[in-house]
């Protein structure tokens, strides 16, 4: 028996459950379910996919079970135009997918949009936990503004990419969030964006644990933003220095370990 297979049986490279789900107005969800114990969804932000966070589910697959769907509109999931892309459909989504895996009560690790979205699910359905990055307390995005910039995508991606991450960042981390971004027709970006613009960060229940991380050079969500609403909410507050808002891709080892430790306290 080779080293990679007993690595393999005793859950160093726990298997992979990829799959699908159709939702209650019809849309197919792609998500991927690794690995046994204590559930952790992770919910990706606006124009993200789930492969945003490889970096912690390889790490954490091992000891927890990781659920990383992409959300309609994204990645691998359906992606038309016309959909429902509200905050309320999208939330409702994630309920859906947590009920048919059978994982009440996950801990929830949500970026940015996603954060909102994980919260919104925490507090309507419970969670052990919720962890929170880049995550402001409204969604507030100039609507016109976003539409010019959809049409002209290459000076987005030029521009507004480079924002998500701190100065100096790899060109391969360039790379893979524009190529995951382009899996989402600009049209559909425009309209999940006009479907969860104005939504607010609901009021957490100070029963589930919570913690804010921010990365130190969020250049989108200041940390003072992201350390005053954990205060608010009775959290915790961590930043990673040298990250910005895309943190997960930056410094994937250390926000690993920090899901790790939050999760192993619950």
């Avoid at 991927?32 to 990706?44: A, K, M, Q, W, Y």
Wanted: with cysteine; charged share 20%.
């Amino acid at each position: 028996m080779t080293t990679g297979t007993l690595l393999y049986l005793n859950g160093i490279f726990p298997p992979l459950r990829p799959g699908n789900i159709e939702t209650s107005d019809g849309v197919m969800l792609r998500y991927e379910d690794r690995g046994r114990g204590l559930p952790i969804v992770f919910v990706h932000g606006w124009a993200a996919t789930s492969r945003f966070w490889e970096g912690q589910v390889s790490r954490l697959s091992p000891y927890f079970r990781t659920i990383t769907p992409d959300l309609r509109g994204h990645g691998d999931s359906d992606r038309e135009s016309g959909l429902d892309y509200s905050t309320g459909r999208l939330v409702r989504d994630i309920l859906e997918l947590e009920e048919f895996l059978g994982i009440g009560k996950p801990l929830f690790v949500g970026h940015s949009l996603g954060g909102i979205i994980s919260a919104s699910c925490a507090a309507d359905a419970g969670a052990s936990g919720l962890l929170l990055t880049g995550v402001s307390r409204i969604i507030d995005v100039p609507a016109t503004r976003l539409k010019i910039l959809m049409k002209m995508r290459w000076l987005a991606e030029r521009l507004v990419t480079p924002r998500m991450f701190a100065p100096g960042v790899e060109p391969e981390l360039l790379d893979l969030v524009r190529g995951e971004s382009a899996k989402s027709p600009a049209g559909v970006l425009v309209e999940v964006m006009e479907g969860t613009a104005g939504s607010e960060l609901p009021s957490l229940d100070k029963k589930i644990p919570l913690l804010v991380v921010a990365g130190e050079l969020d250049s989108l969500v200041p940390v003072e933003t992201q350390r005053s609403m954990a205060l608010e909410f009775g959290g915790m507050f961590a930043t990673v220095r040298g990250a910005g808002h895309n943190l997960m891709l930056e410094r994937p080892a250390e926000f690993a370990g920090i899901i790790q430790d939050f999760a192993e306290g619950l």
